[in-house]
């Protein structure tokens, strides 16, 4: 049971332009969703992250979007550089369970230059 | 302040033997987590440890995977015996009580190969 989803595998922007990456959810009483980001043979690093009571937060760049009533959950990045190449992971949690979260599969961006 | 410490960073093994890894978490971080993630997908939680005790181990296959955390502190994840689908990166995390974050902060992983 896949209770966090990213379909798109892959995706390819040009530097300067926005990058938008989708995930989508299963269960409604998730408290809270992050974004972390993972360059190769390092961990994955945290970004940022969106309560569930929340639609909209915004970091320099990097803005999540959260639509509850479809389930859906948005990274926008812009102005998007080489730099964020890289595979993101969306994941959830509750707030009852110390942290422990649910990955998506990841979506790799290639910002070209 | 330190990140999170893992080795080995690489490890190949025959299929039937064992393998061990090693985890530091930042220190003061109260959960610790260890996470696989196979190829093409996201990372899974396998064990998750308040101090010493286990809060969740749900996904761990107790057949062949055991961890432990010594006094609270270092994390020692073990495969006995190893088979060709362990082959997997083994992620390290941790995460204060009283974070800023929901989220936890990660080791660079072991990637461990099963032949």
């Known amino acids: 049971d896949q209770q966090v989803k990213q379909n798109s595998p892959s995706l390819s922007v040009q530097e300067g332009r926005i990058s938008i990456l989708n995930c989508d959810y299963t269960?409604?009483?998730?408290?809270?969703f992050l974004w972390y980001k993972k360059y190769p043979a390092e961990g994955p690093t945290f970004l940022i992250s969106i309560s569930s009571i929340k639609d909209k937060n915004e970091d320099g760049r990097f803005t999540v979007f959260l639509n509850k009533s479809a389930k859906h959950l948005s990274l926008h990045i812009v102005p998007s550089q080489p730099g964020d190449s890289a595979v993101y992971f969306c994941a959830a949690g509750f707030y009852n369970q110390g942290g422990k979260l649910i990955f998506g599969q990841g979506t790799e961006l290639s910002v070209k230059p | 302040e330190a990140g999170v410490a893992q080795s080995p960073r690489y490890k190949i093994i025959e299929k039937r033997q064992s393998v061990a890894f090693w985890c530091n978490p930042i220190?003061?971080?109260?959960?610790l987590y260890w996470y696989q993630q196979i190829l093409g997908q996201g990372p899974k939680l396998l064990i998750q440890?308040?101090?010493?005790?286990?809060?969740?181990d749900s996904q761990l296959p107790k057949d062949r995977f055991s961890a432990e955390r010594l006094k609270g502190v270092d994390s020692t994840l073990k495969i006995q015996p190893a088979k060709l689908e362990d082959s997997a990166v083994y992620l390290c995390?941790?995460?204060?009580?009283?974070?800023?974050?929901?989220?936890?902060?990660f080791g660079q992983g072991t990637r461990l190969t099963v032949v």
């Open positions: 440890f308040q101090n010493n005790g286990v809060v969740d």
């Open positions: 269960n409604s009483m998730f408290d809270y």
């Open positions: 220190s003061g971080h109260a959960t």
């Open positions: 995390a941790s995460r204060s009580i009283a974070g800023r974050i929901p989220g936890a902060f």
